[in-house]
């Protein structure tokens, strides 16, 4: 009688584990797959714009295309079509545009 009761008592405590473990398993396909790409995208564009140099073409999430003439901390002064000057935050660069080749 003792020995059924140890292997009902073992069961059901490896069942509380198992229970848990499909959604432990989605945790860590949804971490591989969601949020670490997302991480190393946010830390390349966050390098991009502190590499950031004086004569850079870059465009802004707004589609504005320009050249960089200043930079500072937190905001660049970029010229755009016209010798038009446009402070932007650093925020707002998403793609240097430096090697691309105009579209004819």
């Given amino acids: ?3 059924l009761f140890i292997a009902l ?3 059901s405590g ?3 584990f198992m229970s848990f473990l499909p959604l ?12 670490r790409p997302q991480m ?11 590499a950031l140099k004086k004569g850079d073409k870059i465009v802004t999430t707004g589609g504005i ?4 003439l200043e930079i500072s901390d937190s905001y660049i002064i970029m010229e755009v079509e016209g010798q038009n000057r446009l402070k ?5 660069i998403i793609k240097d545009m430096t090697d691309a080749t105009p579209a004819k």
């Fill in 1 to 3: 009688m003792n020995t």
């Fill in 65 to 68: 295309y320009g050249k960089v």
């Fill in 40 to 50: 190393k995208r946010q830390k390349e564009l966050r390098n991009f714009r502190d």
């Fill in 88 to 92: 932007i935050d650093k925020s707002a």
């Fill in 9 to 11: 008592q073992q069961q």
């Fill in 24 to 35: 432990i398993l989605i945790i860590i396909v949804f971490w591989f797959f969601m949020i």
């Fill in 14 to 16: 490896a069942g509380g």
